[in-house]
C-alpha cells in the first residue's frame, strides 16, 4: 500500500490506473499549444521549475531540458518512486513526496510552477495557493493547466460527468486571485481506439464512458482548456 502525504487529494484515474494515465500523457497536445503558450508569458530557461502533482513524472524531462533545476512533487508514494524512476539519468531534476498544502521546500526557491489537472480547481484549493505564494520568488510566474468546461468534445464530456461543476463560479475565484486565462484548444490523438477507450474509462463513469465511444468516431478529441496564470 502506497504512503499518501497528509492532507492530499485523490485522484483516481493516475491513482488507481497508472499505466493507462501514461496513454493519456502520451496523447495530450501533440502541437505543443500549452508548451507555446507557457514559453510566450515566462519562459523557464535556467530556471528552478516545480511540477505540482507530478505523478509518474512525464513532464519531468521536458522542463529539465531547459531548467536549471526541476522539482517534482507528488503526494503519492508509488508514484513519486515511478518519476524518480524515470529521472534518474537527470542529474537536475528532485522528486519529492508531498502534498499541495505543505510543500516541501524553502520560502521564495522557485521561479516557475506548472501544475496540470492536479489539486488546484478552484474553490477549495486556497491552502495550495498559500503555499505557492510562499516558495514563488519575485519574477517567478505560476501556471495552472484545468478543464474548459464551456466548449469542445472533451468540455461537453466533461460536463455530462459532473453535472453541479459552475464554470462561471471558478472564473470568478482565479480571477479575483489575480489570475489571469488563456483559453486554448488542444487535442488528443491516440494511436488507436483501444487506447482511448482505456483512457475514457479511467477519466468518466463506465456508462458514460460506453455512450461517448459510442457517439464519437476516430482517434481524436478537441480538447478546450484554460491556461491560468499569474506573476508573483
Known amino acids: 500500500m502506497a504512503e499518501i502525504a497528509p492532507g492530499a487529494v485523490p485522484s483516481p484515474n493516475i491513482w488507481n490506473s497508472p499505466r493507462v494515465y501514461e496513454l493519456e500523457n502520451r496523447a495530450v497536445d501533440p502541437d505543443g499549444v500549452l508548451e507555446s503558450a507557457m514559453r510566450d508569458i515566462r519562459p523557464w530557461d535556467g530556471a528552478t521549475v516545480l511540477d505540482v502533482g507530478c505523478g509518474t513524472g512525464f513532464h519531468l524531462p521536458f522542463f529539465a531540458r531547459e531548467g536549471a533545476r526541476v522539482i517534482g512533487v507528488e503526494p503519492h508514494s508509488g508514484l513519486a518512486a515511478a518519476a524518480r524512476r524515470r529521472a534518474r539519468d537527470l542529474p537536475n531534476v528532485t522528486v519529492r513526496v508531498?502534498?499541495?498544502?505543505?510543500?516541501?521546500?524553502?520560502?521564495?526557491?522557485?521561479?516557475?510552477?506548472?501544475?496540470?489537472?492536479?489539486?488546484?480547481?478552484?474553490?477549495?484549493?486556497?491552502?495550495?495557493?498559500?503555499?505557492?505564494?510562499?516558495?514563488?520568488?519575485?519574477?517567478?510566474?505560476?501556471?495552472?493547466?484545468?478543464?474548459?468546461?464551456?466548449?469542445?468534445?472533451?468540455?461537453?464530456?466533461?460536463?455530462?460527468?459532473?453535472?453541479?461543476?459552475?464554470?462561471?463560479?471558478?472564473?470568478?475565484?482565479?480571477?479575483?486571485?489575480?489570475?489571469?486565462?488563456?483559453?486554448?484548444?488542444?487535442?488528443?490523438?491516440?494511436?488507436?481506439?483501444?487506447?482511448?477507450?482505456?483512457?475514457?474509462?479511467?477519466?468518466?463513469?463506465?456508462?458514460?464512458?460506453?455512450?461517448?465511444?459510442?457517439?464519437?468516431?476516430?482517434?481524436?478529441?478537441?480538447?478546450?482548456?484554460?491556461?491560468?496564470?499569474?506573476?508573483?
Open 98 to 232: 508531498g502534498a499541495a498544502q505543505a510543500l516541501p521546500l524553502p520560502d521564495a526557491s522557485v521561479d516557475v510552477v506548472h501544475a496540470r489537472w492536479a489539486y488546484f480547481f478552484g474553490p477549495g484549493c486556497e491552502p495550495g495557493l498559500a503555499e505557492l505564494d510562499r516558495v514563488v520568488g519575485r519574477g517567478g510566474a505560476i501556471f495552472i493547466i484545468d478543464n474548459d468546461a464551456t466548449r469542445s468534445t472533451f468540455g461537453g464530456w466533461f460536463r455530462r460527468s459532473l453535472p453541479s461543476y459552475d464554470p462561471a463560479a471558478v472564473e470568478r475565484f482565479w480571477t479575483r486571485r489575480g489570475f489571469q486565462r488563456r483559453p486554448l484548444t488542444i487535442r488528443w490523438s491516440f494511436g488507436d481506439r483501444a487506447d482511448l477507450a482505456a483512457v475514457l474509462r479511467i477519466e468518466f463513469p463506465p456508462e458514460l464512458a460506453a455512450e461517448v465511444l459510442r457517439e464519437h468516431e476516430g482517434c481524436e478529441v478537441d480538447y478546450a482548456v484554460n491556461l491560468w496564470w499569474r506573476y508573483a
